[in-house]
């Protein structure tokens, strides 16, 4: 079944405004925890703390289910499928993962903005979690770039054709097995340095 031209439009429009308000979100999320970790001033690292969880569950938490929601919907209804072409398959692996470590960082966001509301967060409280986090966002506008270049540029191959892989994907591949290895390290390095203290 193929969505109508005007149902495309529409849903091309949501994924599109999803996807670019998420990534401007995360950006914002970034500034802040910036700000929160450099600030020498308690009342904004106050504002900064709280400030991120509520653009979190406000804002980047909705377009980061919308976004992968409103592209899996054009990818049933429209000649792309989902698993037909490399560039659509490899949108979905980078976001769907995005979306999860996401929600997996809301309880730390929260215990952030708990101890800020407290004002709790003078000095190295907290240090490696709020540097984390700016890692975190970090990788996450990285990732939202490449997603969008992706639908842009749209790079040929075929998952269903015999032929091999497009060069693209295979050196895509490479590099995601090093930057999952290096976030795995990086992540492990923190909970080490964090029993330390």
Do not use: N
């Amino acid at each position: 079944m193929q969505m109508s031209p005007p149902l495309r439009r529409f849903a091309l429009t949501a994924h599109i405004t999803s996807s670019v308000g998420w990534m401007g979100a995360v950006a914002c999320f970034l500034a802040l925890a910036i700000a929160g970790l450099t600030s020498q001033q308690p009342e904004r690292v106050q504002a900064a703390y709280l400030a991120m969880e509520m653009v979190c569950w406000a804002v980047i938490v909705p377009l980061s289910l919308l976004s992968p929601a409103t592209g899996i919907a054009q990818s049933l209804w429209t000649p792309w499928g989902l698993f037909k072409h490399y560039w659509v398959a490899v949108k979905l692996v980078v976001s769907l993962p995005c979306t999860a470590i996401l929600l997996l960082h809301m309880l730390p966001i929260a215990k952030l903005a708990a101890a800020a509301f407290q004002g709790a967060l003078a000095a190295d409280a907290m240090h490696d979690l709020r540097v984390q986090l700016i890692a975190d966002s970090a990788v996450a506008i990285v990732a939202l770039l490449f997603t969008t270049a992706l639908a842009i540029y749209k790079p040929g191959g075929l998952t269903s054709k015999a032929e091999s892989r497009p060069a693209w994907v295979m050196w895509l591949k490479r590099i995601a097995i090093a930057v999952a290895l290096a976030f795995v390290a990086a992540h492990l390095a923190s909970k080490g340095a964090a029993h330390m203290h």
